[in-house]
Nanobody, 118 residues
Framework: VQLVESGGDLVQPGGSLTLSCKTS????????IGWFRQAPRKEREPVSC????????NYADSVKGRFSISRDNAKKTVNLRVNSLKPEDTAVYYC????????????WGQGTLVTVSS
């Protein structure tokens, strides 16, 4: 099982990025995928998630209207489009996979760094 994030970069405030989570070793159809982030000296926090099946999405209040999560099961990829970036969005962003019926995320990627700075 593997999740590999990519797309992190240094961007100016107001900029945009697309973060990708490439999965392998499991059937993505049966897993919810979540994006989390951890800023320096802060605890990891949930950002967004997308369910298996009907693809229901959820967002943290701090990113609603700015971030958008999507999944392509055929490509085994889940993307997080991040728009209107703010300095407080600076963090390492992680994706994680949770199987149907599970209470927690079982598999995690190594993270990709997003730095928002002028």
């Amino acid at each position: 099982v593997q999740l590999v994030e990519s797309g992190g970069d240094l961007v100016q405030p107001g900029g945009s990025l697309t973060l990708s989570c490439k999965t392998s070793g499991f059937n993505l159809d049966y897993y919810a995928i979540g994006w989390f982030r951890q800023a320096p000296r802060k605890e990891r926090e949930p950002v967004s998630c997308i369910s298996a099946g009907d693809g229901t999405t959820n967002y943290a209040d701090s990113v609603k209207g700015r971030f958008s999560i999507s999944r392509d099961n055929a490509k085994k990829t889940v993307n997080l489009r991040v728009n209107s970036l703010k300095p407080e969005d600076t963090a390492v962003y992680y994706c994680a996979a949770k199987p149907l019926g599970a209470a927690s995320y079982d598999f995690w990627g190594q993270g990709t760094l997003v730095t928002v700075s002028s």
